[in-house]
């Protein structure tokens, strides 16, 4: 397939995929408290939803390693949490709204970290720019915090899960444009035994994975207040639906820019230095956002999202691609996926819910120690020498 074909299709894909996740992330802890859930219940779908995490994406990743076919599994992943959205919008108690929560995460937490792996392993085999193409899931993610915000103003916040709904069944459909595995798979791949357990507990005890993917993983887990608690606080302090929404919107307009210009900031100062910048990045924000100073220093604090998320992202999608053999990179990107989003971010939100009855905005001080030992094991990290490069020349 030409480069401009695979960068054509897989762009319209990620344009459609993130608009549902940016209704749900910024709006769906309102809906819930709308009906009628307390704290502590928000607290439990919103980190149940997370948990389900570390099932489905290392399940998906290993069956995309073992039959050589992640675009069917993301194609099929996404119609699954279409259904799963559209029953959680009808549900009424809590235990409903619990169980299709869950069901909704489980089918849609592989798609995103396939859609990554697959990405990269094409941009990297067609000579093309990763960054410009994933800016469009940013993108994605950005119509959908601030038309959710929009939307919202105009609607009720009964309508969330609705608006979830509709768009995660126009990125299941958009998945069907996905392009085919690049050429290079059939040659490397070729070459390979299907993956199994064992290829993956031998590449683990090779080299440096486990740190790397504990210190990413506390990286990105150090969202997690910002990711559940953030707009009930936002709302606490005064900020309408818009406002919130818009705080989403500079954040993901920073992490755009900078992948549009990502490919120099990679080559020049590599994917490790790119985790601890992040990391760094990371922890000043949420020392700064565990004070109120008002809208105008929140809006500075949400840019910081293209230093604590785009860069740590992106330092560890190359880290990967750089460091893990062909035939295990679905596998490794679901591991990586799984502590970041998963075990790290579950066990982080159910803190959070712990603290935020309490602590209300304080409790981004615990982020900040949370991205400070993310920290010692990134440093940590840069001085080993990989010993799983070899692996991946093989």
Known sequence: MPARIFSLRFSIFYAFMAIGAGIQLPFLPLWLH?????????????????????LAIPLAGFVSDRYRNRRSVIILCGFAAFAAFLMLAFAASFWLILSFSLLASFYWAPVFPLAEG?????????????????????????????????????????SVVFLVASAQGISALAGLLLPTDPEIDARVLGTCSPVNLAHIARFLMAGSFVLFVTAVGLGQ????????????????LGFDK????????????????????????????????????GISGGAFRWLVMAN???PVITFATQALHAVSFAMLHLGAMHYIRLNVPYGLRNS???????????????????????????LHGTTYLAMAGISLVALGLGLALKRLSPTSQALADT
């Not at 990107?333 to 309490?358: P, R």
């Open 242 to 277: 818009l406002t919130i929404g818009s705080f989403w919107a500079v954040s993901i307009a920073a992490e755009v820019l900078l992948f549009a210009f990502s490919q120099n900031l990679v080559n020049r100062i590599g994917p490790i230095n790119l985790i601890i910048a």
């Open 292 to 294: 109120d100073f008002g």
């Open 118 to 158: 697959f990405s990269v392993d094409g941009s990297a085999a067609h000579r093309i720019h990763y960054g410009r193409i994933r800016l469009w899931a940013s993108l994605s993610f950005l119509t959908g915090s601030l038309g959710g915000g929009l939307l919202l103003q105009l609607l009720p916040i009964n």
């Open 332 to 358: 490794a990107q679901g591991l990586y996926a799984e502590m970041s989003g998963g075990i790290a971010m579950s066990a982080v939100m159910g803190l959070t819910g712990l603290l935020f009855e309490h």
């Open 221 to 236: 887990a150090s969202h997690g207040m910002l990711y559940s608690f953030g707009p009930v606080h936002w709302h606490e």
């Open 34 to 54: 709308a009906r009628g859930l307390t704290i502590g219940e928000i607290a439990l779908v919103v980190a149940g939803m997370t948990a389900m995490r570390v």
